[in-house]
């Protein structure tokens, strides 16, 4: 115990340091997307009967996919830690790498559910789109800036999610040292947190 | 002080939980599809807002840990919260009364 003890004290680790990091970070990326929530907002109560129009071209069966999806992979992650915890690296790595063939499944449904768009003619820029109405225009703007955005947190969440497996593999992450896979797993929840938020404001509430 | 000193959290939540947790989460969100839809105007977006509130405070304290978190970090999380919430209803003030 003295040994491991001395061995910590020359790591110069603070894992609590670490963590207080990655959660002022979340705090950025929180305002991020609260900055697109409120434009969301105020574009809603303006064009009240635009925004309804436009909700309803979106399917909502794909939202409700993706939503499980993700759901399923914040557990995997949350589950995958409580392994690394309790010394079943095994099942840790498995549980990692589920939750990354769950990111996985939602960007092919996020590609088939925005080809669908695109076959439509509705992306940004398009022909038909410019011909719309404002609200129109506003709300598409925001459903893809808005989901492409967190598909872009997606993807880095799951390049995260496969370097801390790595890691584990090679044994820099372990059961006494684990704080690296707590961070990404508190980056995967906040991917999944804010999905909660996307999905009834794009998809449900028209 | 411990031989987990040095880790950042000695709490480890149970499988069960996490597994409760999230039927919990999927049952709100067929709730959430339910409710919307049926017509009900404004109460639509109050209710599924709402139910999203609670989604959230749940991933937050039982999958991000929260629950357990020391008191810094959760002093911070509610003072963001606090902020996106002012930041949302002065906007809200300032386009409802121009």
């Known amino acids: ?10 790591e110069h680790r603070d894992d609590e340091a670490s963590k207080l990091g990655m959660w002022l970070f979340i705090f950025t990326e929180i305002l991020l997307f609260g900055g697109l929530f409120l434009v969301y907002a105020v574009y809603r109560s303006i064009y009240h009967t635009e925004f309804h129009e436009a909700s309803l071209e979106l399917n909502v069966v794909f939202g409700a996919v993706n939503t ?74 925001l459903y893809y800036a808005m989901t492409g955005l967190h598909a872009l947190h997606v993807t ?4 995260i999610l496969i370097v801390a497996e790595r890691r584990i593999k090679a044994g820099k992450v372990h059961p006494e040292k684990y704080v690296f896979l707590e961070n990404s797993a508190l980056y995967w929840h906040l991917v999944d947190l804010i999905w909660i938020f996307l999905f009834p404001l794009l998809y449900l509430i028209t | ?59 937050l304290s039982y999958f991000m840990h929260l629950k357990y978190e020391n008191l810094l970090i959760k002093i911070l999380v509610g003072m963001v919260i606090l902020l996106f919430a002012l930041i949302i209803v002065i906007t809200y003030i300032d386009y409802l009364f121009r």
Not at chain 1, 1 to 10: P, R, S, W
Not at chain 1, 81 to 94: C, V, W
Not at chain 2, 17 to 42: G, Q, R
Request: proline letters at 1%; aromatic letters at 12%.
């Open chain 1, 68 to 141: 499980i999806v993700l759901l399923v992979s914040s557990m995997a992650i949350a589950m995958a830690l409580t392994a690394l915890q309790q010394n079943k690296i095994q099942l840790s790595r498995q549980l990692i790498w589920l939750t990354v063939f769950c990111a996985f499944i939602f960007l092919v449904n996020k590609y088939f559910e925005w080809g669908a768009k695109f076959e439509h003619e509705i992306y940004p820029g398009s022909e038909l789109l410019m011909k719309l109405k404002h609200g129109h225009i506003l709300y598409f703007g």
């Open chain 1, 156 to 159: 880095v969440g799951m390049v």
């Open chain 1, 1 to 10: 115990m003295e040994h491991q003890a001395k061995a910590h004290l020359l």
């Open chain 2, 1 to 59: 002080m411990s031989d987990n000193h040095h880790s950042a959290s000695t709490h480890i939540t149970p499988y069960r939980t996490l597994a409760i947790v999230l039927v919990v989460l999927l049952a709100l969100t067929f709730l959430t599809i339910e409710i919307t839809s049926f017509d009900l105007k404004a109460w639509n977006v109050a209710l599924a807002l709402l139910v999203a509130c609670f989604k959230g405070y749940l991933v």
